[in-house]
């Protein structure tokens, strides 16, 4: 589960400064306190790239199928065919409202 590849080593935006006195503070004490030591780390993402593509008509879509027709013994059968071929990524969407990191290190409810 997870993969999400923070564990390598190098900047992370929500972690302290490195030193051996983060592991002494008390769990309450470093929740948003490691965020505030970085100014320009938030919690909060706001956009993320888009599963969806354009073809070469200009329409939307996460997959795109042209219909085919395949003769076999004689009879003609419609079959639906994957184009992957000519489909343009729609890049990088603005989500309606921000989530959470996935990274983000703070217990935000205990039930």
Request: neutral net charge.
């Amino acid at each position: 589960m997870g993969g999400s590849g923070s564990k390598s080593k190098g900047f992370w935006p929500f972690s302290g400064s490195g030193n051996g006195d983060d592991a002494a503070k008390d769990g309450n004490e470093q929740s948003l306190a490691r965020v505030r030591s970085f100014p320009g780390a938030t919690p909060f993402v706001f956009t993320r790239r888009s599963s969806m593509y354009f073809d070469e008509d200009g329409d939307l879509a996460h997959e795109f199928y042209e219909e085919t027709i395949v003769t076999k013994n004689g009879r003609k059968r419609a079959k639906l065919k994957r184009v992957q071929k000519n489909l343009t990524p729609q890049g990088i969407v603005q989500l309606d409202f921000p989530c959470i990191h996935v990274d983000f290190p703070v217990i935000l409810c205990e039930a």
